[in-house]
């Protein structure tokens, strides 16, 4: 998952923790406490296993939880990391993406469009996305593909009226005062119609993935699927666009391995039919056991998830760059199998 936190001694956990009490955070996740007596204790279903009887307690004073029917208990860094499916440190960067104050819309719009804009003045930026496949221009607009290119972006924006306390705070650029996208392509991440995010994806030698250091929102285009038949669900963006450019527009992407409790509720509200899983089939096994735990997890919450095996060492995007087409694609997905 896509989550750079900073050093975990730079972060005050205990002040963490007290900025996002866990009886705060189980209730945004629509679980259901009941007091239990004059003691701040409340007990409801655990939500790590199927239960008839509520077994799941949660001290709000001590900021603490523990289910007597399956073991486990913890802090809220706990619970996040066994909800989520995080380790340690992502989960450090998530809790802090929860606490990341709103941009303004007109901030993040501008910014996409500006990068709109340097997208189609710098060739370099159109050849990236030639050499991983995308050549189709209408679809380069549709998901508002820009361009990073560094160096101007402030002074662009402070000339809209937004000062540089600002854009720091947003992320978007750094203390030296620089895009903190510089070289990358970008994608606008959106939630309801709005941009909430930026994907940039590195052409040069920095680290390839980053995002805005706060939620990614939803499901990608989550919308655009929603009336589909089936659900086809990718890691990444390349990914996503390469299978909507053959014509797969079933296609989303959880910008990452790892569904969180939002993205879940999104698949099963209203229900979705088949969820195709088409994660990268990496030579260490990483991406085929992240298939493997998100099948129980769909399944968990009575959908049906099918795992889609590409050729080795291949991902959609790369399996389309080495000649594959939209009917061999298509004799992928006949072939999935349940977990």
């Given at each position: 998952?896509?989550?750079?936190?900073?050093?975990?001694?730079?972060?005050?956990?205990?002040?963490?923790?007290?900025?996002?009490?866990?009886?705060?955070?189980?209730?945004?996740?629509?679980?259901?406490?009941?007091?239990?007596?004059?003691?701040?204790?409340?007990?409801?279903?655990?939500?790590?296993?199927?239960?008839?009887?509520?077994?799941?307690?949660?001290?709000?004073?001590?900021?603490?939880?523990?289910?007597?029917?399956?073991?486990?208990?913890?802090?809220?860094?706990?619970?996040?990391?066994?909800?989520?499916?995080?380790?340690?440190?992502?989960?450090?960067?998530?809790?802090?993406?929860?606490?990341?104050?709103?941009?303004?819309?007109?901030?993040?719009?501008?910014?996409?469009?500006?990068?709109?804009?340097?997208?189609?003045?710098?060739?370099?930026?159109?050849?990236?996305?030639?050499?991983?496949?995308?050549?189709?221009?209408?679809?380069?607009?549709?998901?508002?593909?820009?361009?990073?290119?560094?160096?101007?972006?402030?002074?662009?924006?402070?000339?809209?009226?937004?000062?540089?306390?600002?854009?720091?705070?947003?992320?978007?650029?750094?203390?030296?005062?620089?895009?903190?996208?510089?070289?990358?392509?970008?994608?606008?991440?959106?939630?309801?119609?709005?941009?909430?995010?930026?994907?940039?994806?590195?052409?040069?030698?920095?680290?390839?993935?980053?995002?805005?250091?706060?939620?990614?929102?939803?499901?990608?285009?989550?919308?655009?699927?929603?009336?589909?038949?089936?659900?086809?669900?990718?890691?990444?963006?390349?990914?996503?666009?390469?299978?909507?450019?053959?014509?797969?527009?079933?296609?989303?992407?959880?910008?990452?391995?790892?569904?969180?409790?939002a993205h879940l509720e999104q698949l099963t509200?209203?229900?979705?039919?088949?969820?195709?899983?088409?994660?990268?089939?990496?030579?260490?096994?990483?991406?085929?056991?992240?298939?493997?735990?998100?099948?129980?997890?769909?399944?968990?919450?009575?959908?049906?998830?099918?795992?889609?095996?590409?050729?080795?060492?291949?991902?959609?995007?790369?399996?389309?760059?080495?000649?594959?087409?939209?009917?061999?694609?298509?004799?992928?997905?006949?072939?999935?199998?349940?977990?």
């Amino acid at each position: 998952m896509w989550l750079h936190p900073p050093p975990i001694h730079t972060v005050d956990l205990d002040q963490l923790k007290r900025r996002i009490p866990l009886l705060d955070y189980l209730r945004q996740t629509h679980w259901t406490p009941r007091r239990t007596g004059t003691q701040p204790e409340f007990v409801g279903f655990c939500p790590f296993h199927q239960e008839t009887k509520p077994s799941f307690y949660v001290n709000a004073r001590k900021n603490l939880f523990y289910c007597h029917g399956c073991g486990r208990g913890g802090d809220l860094i706990r619970f996040v990391e066994l909800s989520q499916g995080l380790s340690f440190r992502q989960t450090i960067a998530y809790l802090q993406q929860q606490l990341a104050p709103p941009v303004p819309q007109d901030v993040l719009a501008e910014t996409a469009a500006f990068y709109r804009l340097q997208f189609h003045r710098r060739p370099e930026a159109l050849e990236y996305l030639a050499q991983r496949g995308l050549r189709d221009g209408s679809l380069i607009e549709e998901l508002g593909i820009g361009y990073a290119p560094g160096g101007n972006l402030r002074r662009h924006l402070m000339a809209h009226g937004f000062g540089v306390a600002q854009l720091h705070d947003a992320g978007l650029i750094n203390l030296q005062r620089r895009d903190a996208f510089c070289r990358r392509v970008i994608f606008p991440c959106r939630q309801f119609g709005h941009i909430v995010n930026f994907y940039g994806r590195s052409i040069g030698a920095a680290f390839p993935h980053r995002f805005l250091p706060r939620s990614k929102g939803g499901l990608f285009a989550r919308e655009t699927v929603r009336q589909s038949a089936s659900i086809v669900l990718v890691e990444g963006l390349f990914d996503l666009a390469i299978l909507w450019q053959a014509g797969f527009r079933n296609t989303t992407c959880a910008l990452g391995a790892h569904l969180t409790s939002a993205h879940l509720e999104q698949l099963t509200q209203p229900p979705s039919g088949p969820v195709y899983i088409v994660f990268d089939q990496d030579e260490n096994q990483a991406g085929q056991q992240a298939s493997r735990q998100l099948a129980q997890q769909l399944e968990s919450v009575g959908l049906v998830a099918l795992i889609v095996r590409l050729p080795e060492n291949h991902d959609p995007n790369s399996h389309f760059l080495a000649g594959a087409t939209a009917a061999d694609f298509q004799a992928c997905l006949s072939a999935a199998q349940p977990l």
